[in-house]
């Protein structure tokens, strides 16, 4: 297929919503020539407006001279261009390319909003050298579909209109245009492994077989679809076994299922929860040592982030959660929502004929304190003091919670635990406004 400018509207015409698109511009090749096609479709006279956004990752002394380079191309075409600045030092166990390419997105996706897209130069080149690094990984089917055509991203979408296109044809167009472009000399480097892909491994597989990019690429086609038909079992299976709240899904329900649609639903809900997928010794773990524990047990299986914890039949997915100190203990007067560290944030809810006596608000010896065991509470309409832990037993609160829970006090009385009761006397009467504490927990 031949790029053009018709070829680039027609792509475009599937996404009527978009009232603005963003054109990543690294000066490049690729995104030189979607810029300048955009901007050329811009001029036939669409109902959409276009922008130009160049990250400059500070990673050589060259990349210092890019920004000129894009300013002067997007003065010509009369588009407006923004500058980002990121700090791409890659952290521990972080490759060089990841951090720069995590860096890049996150900066990006600030930008966003909901009637926008934001577009990327990547083409069929680029799509086969994604499925073979991912093949050197050992990656499943969502890593061997390399790289989707569109996707969700911040507020709006990410498009990549390019994918269709070789890279010989874009530097043909780029010719004929007498397009100018800059040269990143990292690209030569075959110490990174997708360069070394490029200029090594692709050229020797091109010589033997002269379409080895189409046929690659058409193969992440195949492993895309596939993996789609994997997520709608998956989330069949979900819905099954997750409680309404999306919180926990039923232990007994995931024994129903083999184990090969049990990994598979493993690992679509934690990308669909926003979580990193774990290895497959992390995922056997938790397949065989957690889902068989003594139902009494609390095992944890953690790596990067994420924390798989089992409560009675109830399996949680959660992020780490931070530090946090039991023994603190914060002034609040009510009056507002509290932050707190590690905790989440605590508000004050008006409501009708429960909760708080609004009267409370700025009284004196007011603050927030933590468990600290051997706690004895009396919650209202109960006619004697409880055991807190039996409470939060009898609440199924899961155990690595229950430290966690703001307990408010007055001087050394207990007036509320969040999320769980009211103690007396605190109780207002009925057709009476109170004050609820609703607890929006945080873990990073």
Same mark, same amino acid.
Not at 41 to 55: E, F, I, K, P, Q
Not at 347 to 373: A, D, K, N, T, Y
């Given at each position: 297929?031949?790029?053009?400018?018709?070829?680039?509207?027609?792509?475009?015409?599937?996404?009527?919503?978009?009232?603005?698109?963003?054109?990543?511009?690294?000066?490049?090749?690729?995104?030189?020539?979607?810029?300048?096609?955009?901007?050329?479709?811009?001029?036939?006279?669409?109902?959409?407006?276009?922008?130009?956004?160049?990250?400059?990752?500070?990673?050589?002394?060259?990349?210092?001279?890019?920004?000129?380079?894009?300013?002067?191309?997007?003065?010509?075409?009369?588009?407006?261009?923004?500058?980002?600045?990121?700090?791409?030092?890659?952290?521990?166990?972080?490759?060089?390319?990841?951090?720069?390419?995590?860096?890049?997105?996150?900066?990006? +996706?600030?930008? %966003?909003? &909901?009637?926008?897209? =934001? !577009?990327?130069?990547?083409?069929?080149? *680029?799509?086969?050298?994604? #499925?073979?690094?991912?093949?050197?990984?050992?990656?499943?089917?969502?890593?061997?579909?390399?790289?989707?055509?569109?996707?969700?991203?911040?507020?709006?979408?990410?498009?990549?209109?390019?994918?269709?296109?070789?890279?010989?044809?874009?530097?043909?167009?780029?010719?004929?245009?007498?397009?100018?472009?800059?040269?990143?000399?990292?690209?030569?480097?075959?110490?990174?492994?997708?360069?070394?892909?490029?200029?090594?491994?692709?050229?020797?597989?091109?010589?033997?077989?002269?379409?080895?990019?189409?046929?690659?690429?058409?193969? +992440?086609?195949? %492993?895309? &679809?596939?993996?789609? =038909? !994997?997520?709608?079992?998956?989330?069949? *299976?979900?819905?099954?076994? #997750?409680?309404?709240?999306?919180?926990?899904?039923?232990?007994?329900?995931?024994?129903?299922?083999?184990?090969?649609?049990?990994?598979?639903?493993?690992?679509?809900?934690?990308?669909?929860?926003?979580?990193?997928?774990?290895?497959?010794?992390?995922?056997?773990?938790?397949?065989?040592?957690?889902?068989?524990?003594?139902?009494?047990?609390?095992?944890?299986?953690?790596?990067?982030?994420?924390?798989?914890?089992?409560?009675?039949?109830?399996?949680?997915?959660?992020?780490?959660?931070?530090?946090?100190?039991?023994?603190?203990?914060?002034?609040?007067?009510?009056?507002?929502?509290?932050?707190?560290?590690?905790?989440?944030?605590?508000?004050?809810?008006?409501?009708?004929?429960?909760?708080?006596?609004?009267?409370?608000?700025?009284?004196?010896?007011?603050?927030?304190?933590?468990?600290?065991?051997?706690?004895?509470?009396?919650?209202?309409?109960?006619?004697?003091?409880?055991?807190?832990?039996?409470?939060?037993?009898?609440?199924?609160?899961?155990?690595?919670?229950?430290?966690?829970?703001?307990?408010?006090?007055?001087?050394?009385?207990?007036?509320?635990?969040?999320?769980?009761?009211?103690?007396?006397?605190?109780?207002?009467?009925?057709?009476?406004?109170?004050?609820?504490?609703?607890?929006?927990?945080?873990?990073?």
């Amino acid at each position: 297929m031949k790029f053009s400018i018709a070829e680039l509207g027609r792509l475009l015409s599937d996404y009527p919503g978009i009232k603005h698109y963003r054109v990543a511009y690294s000066g490049g090749l690729d995104s030189t020539v979607l810029l300048t096609a955009m901007a050329r479709l811009r001029d036939t006279g669409a109902n959409w407006s276009l922008s130009a956004v160049h990250v400059h990752h500070g990673l050589q002394p060259e990349a210092d001279a890019w920004p000129g380079h894009c300013t002067r191309l997007c003065s010509e075409l009369d588009t407006p261009l923004e500058m980002l600045a990121v700090d791409a030092s890659p952290g521990q166990g972080e490759s060089p390319e990841a951090a720069a390419r995590n860096a890049r997105y996150q900066a990006l +996706a600030t930008l %966003m909003n &909901e009637d926008e897209a =934001l !577009l990327t130069g990547h083409h069929l080149d *680029d799509q086969a050298e994604t #499925l073979l690094l991912q093949l050197m990984r050992g990656s499943g089917l969502p890593g061997l579909a390399a790289m989707p055509a569109e996707s969700p991203f911040s507020s709006g979408l990410l498009i990549r209109p390019l994918l269709g296109f070789s890279r010989d044809e874009l530097k043909q167009y780029a010719v004929d245009k007498k397009l100018e472009w800059v040269e990143d000399s990292s690209n030569e480097d075959v110490r990174f492994d997708r360069n070394f892909i490029r200029q090594r491994i692709l050229p020797e597989l091109r010589s033997r077989w002269p379409s080895v990019v189409q046929t690659v690429s058409r193969s +992440a086609g195949h %492993m895309a &679809e596939a993996a789609s =038909l !994997l997520d709608e079992l998956a989330e069949s *299976d979900l819905q099954c076994i #997750l409680d309404r709240q999306g919180c926990f899904i039923d232990i007994n329900g995931l024994r129903r299922l083999s184990e090969a649609r049990q990994r598979n639903l493993m690992r679509h809900w934690l990308r669909i929860t926003g979580l990193s997928v774990p290895s497959q010794k992390q995922l056997h773990h938790i397949l065989h040592d957690v889902l068989n524990s003594r139902p009494d047990a609390t095992p944890c299986v953690r790596w990067s982030g994420v924390e798989i914890r089992r409560y009675r039949d109830r399996l949680y997915a959660i992020p780490s959660p931070l530090q946090h100190h039991a023994s603190s203990q914060i002034p609040w007067d009510l009056s507002g929502p509290l932050s707190i560290r590690g905790v989440g944030f605590i508000r004050p809810s008006l409501v009708e004929g429960q909760g708080l006596p609004v009267s409370l608000q700025g009284m004196p010896g007011l603050e927030i304190r933590f468990r600290q065991g051997g706690e004895s509470i009396q919650p209202v309409r109960r006619k004697h003091k409880h055991d807190l832990k039996k409470l939060f037993q009898e609440a199924g609160i899961p155990c690595w919670v229950r430290d966690r829970t703001p307990m408010l006090y007055q001087y050394e009385k207990v007036v509320a635990v969040a999320g769980l009761c009211v103690c007396e006397p605190f109780q207002v009467g009925k057709g009476e406004q109170g004050l609820m504490l609703e607890w929006e927990q945080a873990f990073n």
